[in-house]
């Protein structure tokens, strides 16, 4: 009810200032009128009302945008590994598996990115690559064996580290005599 009221007296003022005259009494019981007939006992005031315009100049300035932020520095790429150290099996090492498995551990300086590989080479032959710092070599022969392993970035190689020895026993698994008939004396 209250916002009805309200905007009947909003859209009501609204009209009366679109009007060129209008007229504000008090009656005798204090209440304030507005409209924009002539009361019959009246006392005339004049108020010069002043509009304010703007000038249109044809230079209309945009409002200045705010200034954009800075560019962040490219980050650099990560550090990549650039040393590769054989930390087991030592030089002159006797490995005893009877699988023929010779398991590898290396260090680097850095961390190996994503584009970083190691490459284990016995006997001069290359194994294939891993981005692991622990390799397995799976059916070695026993015998004597030249270990080194090669640090590849994007397939080339960027080091390398020294030539161990190491010397596999495996048990020897003989097979047993066919059995057949036996032989008269």
């Known amino acids: 009810m209250r916002r009805t009221w309200l905007l009947l007296l909003i859209g009501a003022l609204s009209n009366v200032a ?29 108020f010069d009302v002043d509009i ?20 962040p520095p ?11 150290t054989l930390l087991s099996p030592t030089n002159d090492a006797t490995i005893r598996n009877n699988q023929g498995m010779i398991n590898i551990e290396l260090s680097t300086d850095l961390p190996l990115g994503k584009n970083q590989k190691v490459r284990a080479l016995v006997d001069g032959k290359s194994q294939p690559s891993q981005q692991s710092l622990q390799l397995a070599l799976n ?23 020294s030539s161990v020895t190491v010397f596999l026993h495996r048990a020897i698994q003989r097979k047993a005599p066919p059995k057949g008939k036996p032989t008269p004396r």
């Open 18 to 46: 679109y009007a060129s005259e209008y007229y504000r009494w008090v009656d005798e019981n204090g209440t304030v009128h507005f409209s924009d007939a002539r009361p019959e006992i009246s006392i005339e005031m004049t």
């Open 52 to 71: 304010l315009t703007q000038p249109n100049s044809g230079n209309v300035a945009a409002p200045s945008s705010p200034a954009t932020p800075p560019i």
């Open 74 to 84: 490219i980050p650099e790429a990560p550090a990549l590994a650039t040393r590769v």
């Open 139 to 161: 059916n070695v022969d026993r015998g004597s064996h030249t270990i080194k392993v090669q640090l590849l970035q994007d397939g080339k190689v960027i080091a390398t580290t």
